[in-house]
């Protein structure tokens, strides 16, 4: 895996470069300290993936990332801060597959960052190359007897790598008035969430909001908030901070368990695209207590983990494209 590291900081270039050349059959071969540099390196090669800082002189990570999405197919990850959230919310809109925030003691990494650091760089998917082209596609689920709701009381929804767009996606359309809570769980540190929530509700007519602690549940969309688990019981929502479920919080398997014990066949569980296992443990609850579950297909993932899982699992009735998710979730909130 060969990866372009763009960032004006000579420092944090190194700590990156330091780290990445610790993990197997990776090497960093170009580097840039601003994105004109870096535009002018990919007319050259392309790698399999750019780290890229978000603010810098000359040409920020914005500007430079809008000009690659437009020419290049390569995964982009952004190095953010957090007093650059919107900025980063913004960038994962416009197409970049994930986000690392920046330590806040780079001269004391800790080692929860390395670990997410290095998964995130091994879970996005390599440049097509003829093999992977011949990949064997993955066998479709077989019939299930259970049918789709006729009356649906909530949505539950979980998403890591690529959520974001995804997620503004299958939102925006929303009609102003829902028939049921849409609960979502994204894999997304402290502090982004807030200003994520922020953008759903700005992109959509539905009201969208960070979830609170106690709060009561109405027929809109929530947003779990980064570093807490979301759950759902006797009409309400519940933080809390329990360990860690394949290494994230939030995890959605909280949700979707919770969910299940709470709404039992009148719920719609929904995974999307994103790295790892999370999900589907969740899903095979819901399904236990007479829920439907659907899952992203591989074609509109970024990343087909989740997904993956939960399919050859066993514990999804429905796959389909994130345009054909889109369309399913407004016919259920009308």
Known sequence: MDILVVDDSAFMRKIVIDLLEKMPNVQVS?????????????????????????????LN????????????????????????????I??????????????????????????????????????????????????????????????IKAVVIGASTGGPKSLLKVIQDL?????MPILIVQHMPKG???????????????TVKEAEDGELLTNQVYLCPGDYHMTVKDGRI???QEEKIHGTR???????????????????GILMTGMGKDGAAGMKQIQLHGGYNIAQDKESCIV??????????????????????????????R
């Open 30 to 58: 170009k580097v840039a300290r601003n994105g004109k540099q870096a535009l002018a390196l990919l007319e050259e090669y392309q790698p399999d993936i750019v780290l890229l800082d978000v603010e810098m002189p000359i």
């Open 250 to 268: 939030p995890a959605v398997d909280y949700l979707f368990k919770s969910a299940a014990k709470a709404y039992g066949k009148e719920l719609v």
């Open 90 to 151: 913004e960038a994962l809109n416009l197409g970049a597959a994930d986000f690392v925030e920046k330590p806040t003691n780079i001269k004391e990494i800790q080692d929860d960052w390395i670990r997410e650091f290095y998964w995130k760089i091994k879970s996005l998917p390599k440049r097509q190359t003829a093999a992977t082209k011949k990949e064997t596609p993955l066998m479709p689920i077989a019939p299930k007897n259970i049918q789709f709701p006729s009356k």
């Open 238 to 240: 519940w933080l809390n």
């Open 192 to 206: 982004f969430t807030a200003s994520f929530a922020q953008r759903l509700n700005e992109e959509s007519k539905a």
């Open 304 to 333: 087909f983990g989740m997904p993956k899982h939960a399919i050859e699992a066993g514990v999804v009735e429905e796959i389909l494209s994130l345009e054909a998710i889109e369309m399913k979730l407004k016919q259920m909130v």
């Open 175 to 179: 009609p102003s008035t829902l028939k």
């Open 61 to 88: 990570g914005l500007d430079t990332l809008k000009v690659i999405k437009e020419k290049y197919d390569i995964p982009v990850i952004m190095l953010s801060a957090l007093t650059n959230k919107e900025v980063t």
